[in-house]
């Protein structure tokens, strides 16, 4: 059974960083494209950041500049490091491969 859990999540202040990370189990997915998505409260599920099998990376406009997509093959494994937060990042974070979603980790950033 193919599962994603995430993890990092946690309350910051505005500028600070955080570092979420995915580890999947139940499968390989070294050929299949990642994504971060994000709910915010009262809002829709929004596509944050992914990453293919080759590393090309694609990024919200909103967050370009400040977020970076990685993933470790090896490790099954794909993160998402978060900078320059602003409290409008505020949200429930998912990683997603394929129709697979985690249970999501809460992100705070207070201003």
């Known amino acids: 059974q193919v599962q994603l859990v995430e993890s990092g999540g946690g309350f910051v202040q505005a500028g600070g960083s955080l570092r979420l990370s995915c580890a999947a189990s139940?499968?390989?997915?070294?050929?299949?494209?990642m994504r971060w998505y994000r709910q915010a409260p009262e809002s829709q599920r929004e596509l944050v950041a992914s990453i293919n099998s080759r590393g090309t990376t694609i990024y919200a406009d909103s967050v370009k500049g400040r977020f970076t997509i990685s993933r470790d093959n090896a490790k099954n494994r794909v993160y998402l490091q978060m900078n320059s937060l602003k409290p409008e990042d505020t949200a429930v974070y998912y990683c997603n491969v394929l129709a697979v979603w985690g249970q999501g980790t809460l992100v705070t950033v207070s201003s």
């Open positions: 139940g499968g390989s997915f070294s050929t299949n494209t």
